[in-house]
């Protein structure tokens, strides 16, 4: 029997209407959290006119498929002050920090020489689901040894010792033949979601193949393993796509040597690229929300997973 997401359509087109200055632009890194039976609150990031990113949310049905609310203005705004999120917040997942829900996210802001650096940080929410409070600081940042140049999208996990888990992607370096940067993914531990220890190398790149990786969604499959779904880009010119790893533990993964299982369309909003993964289980079913053209300047749709002899 084999595994595939079935396409069930895009969910959400920022190009047909804007509503607020800071929400012009894309729909990124969508982030789903259930709000009352089948009714989820999607966050995402949008973009104002210079690039910077804020948080919106729309209100979607999942059964029926329906948008049933678009919240007009931004949930979370980047920082009006130097800050490590006062070019914008990039969201990375929905997880539970001392009995509150809270969602990570890549804060960025842009550097003197032109370059940008991505740090890690959460914002946590109410029980109406709007924020509650951003983290003054990141709770994972760069460093000389590890993280030399730039965070990603990241994914906090508590585990069922009620200790944390973080896989995100960093940029360790640039491949000379390509010009292309090397962008890993990496995981880190701690006690209590807040001070983090980097383990370094979670998932091995492949210049050329593999070279440019971001955004892990961990779910787990039938048998308790892990499965990280994750965006990759080649250095050869080609778009982001979506590939999947396994791991029995959450140290050592193995890349699927299946083909992807889910592709670009033939035409539409997602037939250049699909990047940004967020597999989540509602009832029972396995689903995906994605990005498809632009990094997201297209909008986020929604897959399921299904089974074929």
Same mark, same amino acid.
């Given at each position: ?20 200055? #800071? ?77 509150? #829900? ?9 550097? !003197? ?66 010009? #292309? ?12 979601? /807040? ?7 979670? /998932? ?5 193949? /593999? ?34 790893? !396994? ?36 009832? #029972? ?19 399921? /997973?299904?089974?074929?002899?």
């Amino acid at each position: 029997m084999s595994i595939k997401f079935l396409k069930l359509g895009q969910i959400y087109d920022p190009r047909k209407k804007s509503y607020h200055s #800071k929400l012009l632009t894309h729909a990124s890194n969508p982030v789903p959290v259930l709000l009352n039976g089948d009714v989820f609150r999607i966050f995402y990031s949008a973009r104002d006119s210079h690039n910077r990113s804020s948080v919106g949310a729309l209100d979607f049905d999942i059964i029926k498929r329906k948008i049933l609310k678009i919240h007009k203005k931004p949930i979370v705004t980047y920082d009006s002050t130097p800050s490590y999120f006062s070019d914008g917040i990039s969201l990375g997942n929905l997880f539970k920090l001392n009995n509150k #829900k809270a969602i990570s996210f890549m804060g960025w802001r842009t550097m !003197e020489d032109g370059s940008w650096k991505g740090e890690i940080g959460f914002f946590s929410l109410t029980n109406k689901l709007f924020l509650d409070k951003v983290s003054p600081k990141p709770i994972i940042q760069t460093d000389t040894d590890i993280d030399p140049i730039s965070l990603s999208y990241p994914w906090i996990l508590e585990t069922r010792s009620s200790n944390f888990l973080a896989w995100y992607g960093s940029t360790i370096g640039h491949d000379k033949k390509n010009s #292309k940067m090397i962008h890993a993914i990496h995981k880190a531990h701690s006690n209590d979601g /807040l001070l983090w220890k980097k383990d370094g190398l979670a /998932l091995s790149f492949q210049n050329q193949k /593999l070279q440019m990786m971001s955004r892990p969604s961990i779910s787990f499959n039938e048998s308790g393993d892990y499965e990280m779904w994750f965006s990759y880009r080649s250095g050869n010119g080609d778009s982001y796509r979506i590939r999947l790893a !396994e791991s029995a533990d959450g140290e050592k993964w193995s890349q699927s040597e299946t083909p992807d299982l889910l592709n670009i369309s033939n035409s539409g909003w997602d037939s250049e690229m699909i990047e940004y993964p967020y597999v989540f289980i509602h009832k #029972k079913k396995k689903y995906m929300l994605y990005n498809g053209n632009g990094f997201g300047k297209t909008g986020f749709g929604l897959a399921q /997973l299904i089974y074929e002899k």
